[in-house]
């Protein structure tokens, strides 16, 4: 958006001589030539802005180092910025602008615009480089999927927009910058009225552009929406997540509870606190639910009233910029509320538009913030505002006047229920446990969604884990018949990981996500070689955790029980920084990913131990020939002498 804008304020003269007599403003005013020095310095900054950009891709692409790209785009853009305040100064006051006749173009506000965005993001770079260096960020952008489609699209959506502006300006003979307003405007289905094409060529051009930009739009602010709400969500409900524990566990170590946190190593200690390992292990599986809980709700929330307020500043402010930009017009603060906030809904009626070159630029800029602040803000009252009143009117209407295929008695009976088990943590969870721990998966969650992509790899994954399963119990009854109980009992291991690796990859995509009971997870570590009765692998959780990335460190804030570079378990709790419901990563992808480390390192075994018999079997068969050969090679040597003697003349 700064380079674009940087285009903008190189694209036009910054000074213009309004023109005399009625109708005469600085809109309609006539160019005055900007001197060589002010066009040579506009270049200038625009191309180290570029090259501060390009560092950036590079370093995002993996191309260049992150020690070599920070310094050049933070250098750049301050420099960028730098040069631009110190032309619009000059051009303020070493040129004696503006005057009684004369006034300043939408482009110098443009570069206003575009050197505060340079020196803000290259402000927060800074702030990035020092977090890195002390060791609270990593010292390199791996960009995700959706990060890199985001910054693809904006920088389609800013090009379209220009582009369209230039198109525009040949075919309507309009001013440049007065295109750029236009196709804002246009783009963002705003539709103030001001400028509209006046031609045949641009009414008929405007058919597919306004549907091409429409579709890119909407394409950017579904990237916004996966990109700031579902990853933003994840974080956030992470720290969330993290604070909560640590106020738990200080609230119970206050109040003298640290033996239930503590593992279990003997009968006494079971006596003493009364219950068994495992019940303790339960309690706090019990207790991080709870606190899962609290910290979603709270989250859904807290990102309502951040969006929201981020969209009552976007008005307020916007609407202080467009009273003092259009102060000509003699605007009120309530006119401009007003006009603001039909621009910020698209609604657009066309009675309050923008005439100074001041305010077209702001509106601009003010828009395309704005448009995308409202969907996350409509977004996050789905999550929250608009789900309470859809379940209340599906409530009533069950219970009313439009019941449901279940009598009225019945859904009354069932909404009560509902509201009472809000207060019952674990009533409703044991549903999703028709089916004993091993045999899980066998029944689709109710509502679950899955995108035909994923069907296809569940499909695929499906056929190749069934050939494994009668393979191992092909293999299981061979062992059997031949009375290999070692071996059978490794093949019917190896059978039950694939079957509840093939029957999670059904959760993967199940909407709500899915959340396993605690006997669900204890069956699924007792597969990956833990055992919730034992206290081996068990420990006290800690209430501080490291979250440091210099060197070979690495952020002890992660989920996971097990070490995949070593056999043996890494101690951890369920109220812990390790536990498995901590951090961002799903239930389903944590226990398919330690599942599949699980079988891998079992296969490995089996494989490395067929080799060694293979290796034992045909070392004895070599001793057996060697021994043949050499009882062999003794009797022909005593019956080759035996004839000697005979034959000998002495005999």
Known sequence: MASAFSVCALAENWRVIVPHG?????????????????????TISLLLALIANLALLLNMARRLSFAIAQPITIVGWFISSILLIALVVTATYSLKLPGQDRALTQAFYYAIIASGLYFVIAALMCVTVYGAYKGHYPQEFKLTMSQRTLMLQTISFMVYMLGGAAVYYRVEGWQFLDCV???????????????????????????????????????VVGSIRSLVLERGKKKLGSRMIEKKRQQLLKRMLKNNEQKKLTPITSEQEADELGMTERERRKSEFEMMRQIQDHADRRQKWNALFISGSAWLVLWLVGAVAFWKAEHAQE???????????????????????????????????????????LTIVISNMGDTVVKGIRDLTNYLGEITVLPGEKPTIQNAKRVIMKVASRFDRDQGKEELMDEPPGMIGEKEQEGAGHPQGHE?????????????????????????????????????YHYQLIREFRNVMRHLDENPPRQYTYDEWAWFLKLMGEDEDHHASHRKPPVKVRNDYRGNRKPDMQQGSTDDKVNEHRQWSWLGNRSPLMGELGEPEWVLERLSITLEKALKRQHESRDQETKDRSSDGTKKATSSSGSSGTLEGQERSDRCDEMSPTK
């Open 181 to 219: 307003y236009f196709t804002n405007y246009t783009l963002l289905t705003v539709g103030i009225g001001d400028y509209a094409p006046q031609t045949h060529t641009g009414r008929a051009l405007l058919f597919p552009y306004a549907i091409g930009g429409i579709v890119i739009l909407g394409l």
């Open 456 to 492: 296809a790899m569940t499909r695929a994954t499906d056929r190749l884990a069934v050939d494994m399963e009668n393979e191992e119990l092909r293999d299981a009854g061979e062992a059997e018949r031949r009375g290999d109980e070692v071996s059978k009992d490794e093949h019917e």
């Open 331 to 373: 605007w009120s603060y309530f006119g401009a509320l007003y006009f603001a906030y039909t621009s910020l809904l698209t609604i657009g009626y066309g009675d309050y538009k923008n005439f100074s070159n001041a305010g077209k630029p702001v509106f601009v800029f003010w828009s395309l913030l704005a448009v995308p602040t």
């Open 22 to 42: 009625p109708g005469g403003n600085e809109a309609h005013g006539i160019d005055i030539k900007d001197p060589g020095w002010l066009i040579a310095v506009n």
